[in-house]
């Protein structure tokens, strides 16, 4: 009885590891193995891979260039250029924004402002608050300025 107690968890254990090595043979692609294969940083920010996002910027890519991105709902289907760190807020996507931060993106008060504005205009206090936390002094956040509407992004595209 003693035994099979102490034999029983570590048949369980080998079995869960046969599995799991069955499925990688498999589905050796599977996102369990390795993460999704990202071909830009605007869709390594996109699809939340901050690794992936900072491995761009370690290669070279300049955190503070615009980027062109294209999403069905964030830009309504339209092709457009923005600042990376805009892109990581237009997805939510707060550890992108603030890995682009802490490696360079450019954040003097105009583009403190466009950030936080577009929090704001997305509903993500969250973000809009890390933002006037890191945002230069006297930066002014005032955003009645931009143009409402239900796709916010488009209001901050680079021309």
């Known amino acids: 009885m003693l035994a099979s107690m102490i034999a029983m968890p570590a048949l369980l254990t080998a079995f869960g590891i046969c ?5 990688k ?3 050796p692609e599977s996102a369990l193995f390795a ?10 920010i996109e699809r ?5 996002a900072y491995a761009f910027i370690r290669a070279g890519q300049d955190p503070s260039q615009p980027i062109a991105v294209r999403h069905p709902v964030v830009t309504r289907g339209q092709s457009i250029l923005v600042p ?4 990581a807020v237009a997805t ?3 550890d992108a924004a603030l890995m682009l931060l802490g490696f360079g993106a450019r954040f003097d008060q105009a583009s403190a402002v466009n950030a936080i504005c577009l929090a704001e205009a997305i509903g993500n206090a969250d973000i809009a608050r890390r933002l ?3 945002a230069p002094p006297a930066t002014d956040s005032r955003c009645e300025a931009r143009p409402p509407g239900d796709v916010p992004l488009l209001a901050f ?3």
Do not use: G
């Open 19 to 23: 599995a799991v090595e069955s499925w």
């Open 25 to 27: 043979v498999l589905q």
């Open 35 to 44: 993460a999704p294969f990202v071909y830009s940083l605007a869709d390594a």
């Open 48 to 52: 939340n891979e901050v690794d992936q």
């Open 84 to 87: 990376p760190l805009l892109w």
């Open 92 to 94: 939510q996507n707060s």
């Open 132 to 134: 006037r936390h890191l």
């Open 157 to 159: 595209a680079v021309r």
